[in-house]
């Protein structure tokens, strides 16, 4: 079964800087998808962003960005020019494509200051 | 209106009493989840299922229970609420298939508090 493991319970960051959350995951199986989901205080989780563990590439969503280190089993999340809009709960997640579960770390509670 | 939908969205109950959450989709998605959120625990899986006839336990099913009572709709029951019971709960589909599979689309929630 996968874990996943986000360290930073809080983060904090400037407007318009650059922040970064940090994730680890375990998981036995080769193929597998990796997400970030952002849950703000309307308690809705949404969809920041996702990483197929076949592509190399890290994946990009205009000012989100991930760095995904598969041998390390790490996956950051890169938030540029921050926005007040960006305060939020952050969970990073994984799921094996042959398993049923989505799996969540902690989360890391990021705000933004103005 | 929302593609899945949650009621209540907060409800209060007493230790002992049955609460019944329930979730609607117009996803037409096959695969309906039960998470539930704690601080500092992120979502853990209650129960799944990937169509009427198939119900899975998640990693917490203990002291719940679901109905699948159609392709789009997915309750979740306490049939005795307790305190440590009192949680912020969410209902997910998704579609079958492979990489779809994968992408969840979640309710806005359902805050529940257990005196």
Redesign the interface.
Known sequence: AQTVTQSQPEMSVQEAETVTLSCTYDTSESDYYLFWYKQPPSRQMILVIRQEAYKQQNATENRFSVNFQKAAKSFSLKISDSQLGDAAMYFCACKETSGSRLTFGEGTQLTVNP | DADVTQTPRNRITKTGKRIMLECSQTKGHDRM?WYRQDP??????IY?S?DVKDI?K??ISDGYSVSRQAQAKFSLSLESAIPNQTA?Y?C?TSPGG??GA???T?G??S?LTVL
């Open positions: 989840y500092g625990l992120g979502l853990r899986l799944y990937f899975n998640g990693e912020l969410f997910a492979t990489s994968n992408v969840l979640f806005a929630g805050r």
